[in-house]
């Protein structure tokens, strides 16, 4: 089974960047993959996903965030900037296979549970 590891998370103050990665265990060459959060007391959003050579991303994210995938060293990153505290969150790496199955889109509502492996989690907290 596919598995999913996150790095790259931390403290920022706002307007600083963030550089996440996600690491999975085997080529994602078939799989969709997105960055999903989720605040304390809020539900889980998809922030950004990239599936084949297109990348979506939610409205928050636009011109901030840049999602990009290395087939070659299996890693999909997220580089966020000018980052603001409403972006401090739990944030999730995730992915689902396109074979044989429509995969959510990862910035409609309820897409997390369209995807079937994750990550733990990696915090980005941005405070001054």
């Known amino acids: 089974q596919l598995q999913l590891h996150e790095s790259g998370g931390g403290l920022v103050q706002p307007g600083g960047s963030l550089r996440l990665s996600c690491q999975a265990s085997e080529r994602l060459d078939y799989y969709a993959v997105a960055w999903f959060r989720q605040a304390p007391g809020e539900e889980r959003e998809g922030v950004s996903c990239?599936?084949?050579?297109?990348?979506y991303y939610a409205n928050s994210a636009k011109d901030r965030f840049t999602v990009s995938r290395d087939y070659g060293k299996n890693t999909v990153g997220l580089q966020m900037n000018n980052l603001t505290p409403e972006d401090t969150a739990l944030y999730y790496c995730a992915a689902a296979t396109v074979i044989g199955q429509d995969v959510p889109l990862c910035v409609a509502p309820g897409a997390a549970s369209g995807y079937s492996s994750w990550g733990r989690g990696v915090q980005v907290t941005v405070s001054s």
């Open positions: 990239i599936v084949g050579t297109r990348d």
